[in-house]
């Protein structure tokens, strides 16, 4: 059980005032503010298999918190065949008897944690682990599996987790699909820092998250070691095999600083020169909207997928085909909101999507096309009060097929933007910046917004948010 749970799940639906009262009562269970706990020797209990995500209850375990994932895969593309490896470091919250990871499909051979082998049991995407003996403090999992890894189907119809190509493979994560490649724990409230080895046929290339450390060549086959060291929630990594272009350069960041940018582009589709030079500016544009870019890489991936989106990977967003400028923006900016501050609950989705929609906004704004104003007045106008628009609120989502609905996207810009009307342009701007700068490398809940929001201006939004994130009404008055 960690705060976020209590938070996330309890402070959405509540009032903002109420969720102060939640916060400190969650404070003082959590063991941070109250008298000393007697020291007793607790006993070993079994982790949650579950996370507590309001959409995604099953999603991710409790229990423990990973620190490092070394994903080892040695991939044969034309057979699909994934032979593989994860090692998890992690810290038990607690003396645990048992605990699980989720992953979907392949065949798990062999469990091992602390180097000794572990019994484990599957059910469903659970791989419930019990060790030869309790563990508590840091602890490695080792997990050997292979098999044939397959994409997985959302909710809302769509699909992601390993996606093949006529060439190699792609791993969306989006939210849930890093189960189908490698076992960890499934949810945003728990981020890590990474490291990929990929082993593939010399001919492809492979991307994934983080820089690259090395490149090893043996008998026609290539490993690529990539190291992630910013932490991460696994619905952001990727790795993406394929008969790429690869481009090497590096972009110089406001602060001077000199960040190494790798973009593989599918070798049959046009180069893409101009997002390639966009990416800096883009950057750079963000980084005097936004603050300092979060990240220590950059670049892109574009490869024909057939999946109908773009994802924020980190460091490294993926594109499903040519890249066109909106969606480079929009991804870029979730290396900002979403990447380095990340929701602890899939219900608290616009924080990701309406930010990164309304970062669309600001730069078609500032780049001769329509104000943010004019794009809010145009929706608030186009969705009268029986339109189906204004259903679910964005905070308050019950159906995960609503996850990447216009709710998140647009009525989450329109939030931004109602926002922006209220406090004025420069505590705005102090609130895109704040809530870069004080929640870096996070997760957060959207009580942590409104309560940030509240603090910059010296102003009451209760109403405000009530009307835009709770109320699944045509907020009145805007
Ligand atoms: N977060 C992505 C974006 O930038 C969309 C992901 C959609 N995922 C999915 N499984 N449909 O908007
Ligand atoms: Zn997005």
New binding site residues.
């Given amino acids: 059980m960690s705060i976020s749970t209590i938070a996330s799940g309890r402070a959405r639906r509540a009032s903002v005032r109420a969720a102060v009262t939640v916060f400190t009562a969650t404070a003082v269970a959590a063991g941070l503010i109250g008298p000393p706990v007697t020291a007793a020797e607790p006993t070993p209990h079994p982790g949650s298999t579950r996370s507590g995500d309001s959409l995604f209850p099953t999603a991710g375990n409790g229990g423990y918190q990973a620190v490092h994932y070394g994903v080892t895969l040695d991939y044969f593309p034309k057979r699909n065949r994934l032979e593989a490896r994860t090692r998890v470091v992690a810290r038990a919250a607690g003396p645990l008897s048992s605990f699980s990871l989720d992953l979907e499909g392949l065949r798990v051979r062999k469990v091992a944690v602390d180097g000794r082998n572990a019994s484990y049991r599957r059910h469903g995407h659970e791989l419930v682990i019990t060790p030869a003996r309790a563990v508590s403090g840091r602890f490695t999992t080792t997990v050997v599996y292979d098999g044939h890894p397959r994409r997985h189907k959302?909710p809302?119809g769509?699909?992601?987790g390993w996606i093949t190509t006529p060439d190699g493979a792609t791993a969306l994560n989006?939210?849930v699909g890093s189960m189908t490649w490698f076992p960890n724990n499934n949810t945003p409230r728990d981020k890590a820092r990474y490291t990929f080895r990929v082993t593939a046929p010399s001919r492809l290339a492979v991307a994934a998250n983080g820089v690259l450390a090395k490149r090893a060549r043996h008998a026609g086959r290539t490993t690529w070691t990539w190291h992630e060291r910013v932490p991460m929630a696994s619905y952001l990594a990727m790795v993406s095999i394929g008969d790429y272009d690869v481009f090497r350069s590096s972009l110089r960041t406001v602060s001077g600083k000199r960040l190494p940018v790798w973009s593989f582009v599918e070798r049959q589709l046009p180069s893409q020169g101009k997002a390639r030079r966009l990416l800096p500016k883009i950057v750079r544009w963000g980084e005097r909207r936004f603050g300092p870019y979060p990240m220590d890489s950059a670049g892109i991936v574009v490869h024909k997928l057939g999946?109908g989106?773009?994802?924020?990977t980190q460091d490294r967003p993926v594109f499903d085909g040519d890249v066109k400028t909106p969606d480079l923006v929009?991804?870029l900016a979730?290396q900002w909101y979403g990447d380095s501050v990340t929701p602890r609950d899939w219900g608290d989705i616009w924080l990701?999507?309406g930010f990164?929609t309304y970062a669309e906004w600001m730069w078609d704004g500032a780049h001769g096309g329509t104000s943010p104003e004019k794009t809010f007045r145009r929706a608030y106008q186009k969705y009268g009060a029986k339109s189906s628009f204004w259903k679910p609120a964005p905070a308050a989502l019950t159906d995960p097929a609503d996850l990447?609905g216009t709710s998140s996207?647009l009525r989450g810009a329109m939030t931004l933007q109602a926002l922006r009307d209220r406090v004025g342009d420069k505590a705005f701007s102090r609130i895109l910046h704040d809530w870069a700068r004080l929640m870096r490398n996070g997760v957060v809940t959207t009580t942590d917004f409104v309560l940030l929001s509240e603090r910059v201006s010296g102003k009451n939004l209760d109403e405000l948010f009530q009307d835009w994130l709770y109320t699944a009404k045509r907020p009145v008055g805007y």
Avoid: C, G, I, S
């Avoid at 989106?309 to 924020?312: D, G, K, S, T, V």
């Fill in positions: 959302d809302d769509t699909y992601e989006e939210p999946v989106y773009a994802l924020e929009h991804e979730h990701n999507e990164a990447f996207y």
